[in-house]
T-cell receptor
């Protein structure tokens, strides 16, 4: 079993829909949770990070963490074609430590 | 947010030559830098972790004599691919974490990546 599981997709949604992404993890020592967006042939871009259970909102993005279920989610509201990318969850035990990545979910938002 | 740059963005070289890739943190002190390799449609594979002023720690299976990492300052780390061969062709990405205005960045910020093609 991988430490972090993420559905590879692709996930195809119409413009304006809500995109729902999630990851599950097995190590209860993980404390920091991040979501990155990666466009083709580019480096990952940090979207959200949190270290507590609950919701965190930033513009159209909402990150959700449930430590009891070892489950994290990212929601993108009012999706745009420019949101088409691969989304990676990343988790670590402590700030500054190496990250454990999910495999990434490819998202396609159709106009 | 913190900015990390990489140079070059793309490099093509002949088999047997060495290639150096630079990773710079532009607006924060990068106490730790990470080097990743990414194959097409795959997730990132961590190659090594380097702390400023110390020797890099390599992940299992990564040849330290093949991939030389130097992190001599708080803003610069370099990855040198020695005697490159076609199988070393890949997308190499660095990331950094550290301190800005005395506060730890908490997470890693990634560079734009370097595409290496070895002929």
């Amino acid at each position: 079993q991988k430490e972090v599981e993420q559905d590879p997709g692709p996930l195809s949604v119409p413009e304006g829909a809500i995109v729902s992404l999630n990851c599950t993890y097995s190590n209860s020592a993980f404390q920091y949770f991040m979501w990155y967006r990666q466009y083709s042939r580019k480096g990952p871009e940090l979207l959200m990070y949190t270290y507590s259970s609950g919701n965190k909102e930033d513009g159209r993005f909402t990150a959700q963490v449930d430590k009891s279920s070892k489950y994290i989610s990212l929601f993108i509201r009012d999706s745009q074609p420019s949101d088409s990318a691969t989304y990676l969850c990343a988790i670590t035990e402590a700030a500054g430590n190496k990250l454990t990545f999910g495999g990434g979910t490819r998202v396609l938002v159709k106009p | 947010g913190a900015v990390v740059s990489q140079h070059p963005s793309r490099v093509i070289c002949k088999s047997g030559t060495s290639v150096k890739i630079e990773c710079r943190s532009l607006d924060f002190q990068a106490t730790t830098m990470f080097w990743y390799r990414q194959f097409p449609k795959k997730s990132l594979m961590l190659m090594a972790t380097s702390n400023e002023g110390s020797k890099a720690t390599y992940e299992q299976g990564v040849e330290k004599d093949k991939f030389l990492i130097n992190h001599a300052s708080l803003t610069l780390s370099t990855l040198t691919v020695t005697s490159a061969h076609p199988e070393d062709s890949s997308f190499y990405i660095c990331s950094a974490s550290g301190f800005t205005s005395g506060t730890h960045t908490d997470t890693q910020y990634f560079g734009p990546g370097t595409r290496l093609t070895v002929l």
